[in-house]
């Protein structure tokens, strides 16, 4: 306000004010396949196993992947590197805070049919996690992300958001091999011998089976029904006559986990009668 009148009046005002607090937004989730662990580019050395690409949820409006903290300038956060490691199971997500609020998360998770959810890590900076799952029994599981700007904010203001995952199952015991058999040559298999087997699994369909002669090569085995898609699977196959003696053979199952069971038996090819 002026009069005109020189010294007189307000000649500018500058008002201080704080923002309200916006709870941050987890974008997505993403379930990686059974067996990737996911770790820093900078904690992965040159024996590790195959690099794996991970799935990465959707960051809308993001290009790349940004951390900014409040207060500082906005810094580039690597993706993170997968390989291939079995028993491990891995979390990405995708979050931002509209506040540019520092965030830290916790990853929770729960049985399919119970209702508490454990505290499986808490306090990450990093937008994912990986561990072992050869803690956990074999069965379906969901994750819970929890993101909190508690450190960019007095306890009193400060937001959490949560969301859930899809589900996803936990198998680390092998398929049994049961029923392993073989018979003498047959001139109704073309001089071959026979062979059978029973392949098991307690929770997933087997994949793939395979037979081993003597200690040589691993060949392929298909099923009887001609797709592997089921827990229990039944092999008849033949293999080409053997020379008189004792002879091993050895066959193995795995299921959609990779999870490997075997079996072998010894058997004798009598010498032909003089």
Do not use: C
Not at 71 to 78: D, I, L, M, N, R
Not at 198 to 207: H, K, M, P, T, V
């Amino acid at each position: 306000i002026h009069d005109s009148r020189p010294g007189d009046g307000i000649d500018w005002v500058n008002l201080a004010y704080l923002p309200r607090n916006v709870a941050p937004v987890i974008d997505g989730i993403g379930l990686q396949e059974p067996g990737i662990r996911a770790q820093s580019p900078l904690v992965i050395s040159s024996n590790q196993p195959a690099v794996v690409t991970l799935k990465m949820p959707p960051a809308p409006n993001i290009s790349g992947v940004v951390i900014t903290q409040s207060g500082a300038p906005s810094k580039f956060e690597q993706p993170p590197q997968g390989t291939a490691q079995k028993g491990y199971q891995t979390v990405v997500w995708t979050a931002h805070d509209e506040n540019e609020d520092e965030l830290r998360y916790a990853v929770y998770f729960r049985g399919e049919n119970e209702r508490e959810w454990k505290l499986l890590k808490d306090n990450l900076e990093q937008k994912f996690y990986s561990w072992d799952t050869t803690t956990m029994p074999d069965g379906a599981y969901y994750l819970k992300i929890a993101a909190s700007d508690a450190l960019s904010n007095p306890p009193a203001l400060a937001l959490k958001t949560e969301r859930e995952s899809e589900r996803f199952e936990v198998d680390n015991t092998p398929p049994v091999i049961e029923d392993l058999r073989v018979g003498p040559a047959s001139a109704k298999m073309s001089a071959s011998h026979p062979a059978s087997f029973i392949a098991r699994d307690a929770f997933s369909a087997i994949e793939r089976a395979q037979y081993s002669l003597d200690g040589g090569e691993w060949i392929l085995v298909a099923p009887n029904t001609g797709i592997s898609d089921a827990p229990v699977e039944h092999y008849n196959f033949g293999f080409p006559a053997l020379a008189p003696g004792e002879h091993t053979i050895a066959v193995r199952a795995y299921d959609h986990f990779e999870n490997v069971g075997s079996a072998k038996t010894t058997f004798t090819v009598p010498a032909p009668k003089p």
